[in-house]
Nanobody, 118 residues
Framework: QVQLVESGGGLVQAGGSLRLSCVAS????????MGWFRQAPGKEREFVAR????????SYADSAKGRFTIFRDNARNTVTLQMNSLRPEDTAVYYC???????????WGQGTQVTVSS
């Protein structure tokens, strides 16, 4: 069983930056694809970014391209989402997730709130 704990959320003005971190425990971190999803009030959870087990492959939602960067440190069992040029529409609860392949995520964190003010 893998446990995921996110941190780094908060309140930021539009145009600002935040760095979200996720620490994993209880599994073989380097064997998992890691991802970030988000869910805004009244909306469905949506994909933001993912990174392959090695870190060599990444993909992003169109809304995140050019502004967000995902990276991982397998030695420290962490995955990070660097978010720049934040917009009010980025306001959501952000979830860290892990799974064997992209699109098949078995484990989820509890989420961290990101609020972007205009």
């Amino acid at each position: 069983q893998v446990q995921l704990v996110e941190s780094g959320g908060g309140l930021v003005q539009a145009g600002g930056s935040l760095r979200l971190s996720c620490v994993a425990s209880g599994g073989t971190f380097s064997s998992y694809v890691m991802g970030w999803f988000r869910q805004a009030p009244g909306k469905e959870r949506e994909f933001v970014a993912r990174i392959s087990w090695s870190g060599a492959g990444t993909s992003y939602a169109d809304s995140a391209k050019g502004r967000f960067t995902i990276f991982r440190d397998n030695a420290r069992n962490t995955v990070t989402l660097q978010m720049n040029s934040l917009r009010p529409e980025d306001t959501a609860v952000y979830y860290c997730t892990a799974g064997p392949t992209h699109g098949h995520y078995d484990y989820w964190g509890q989420g961290t709130q990101v609020t972007v003010s205009s």
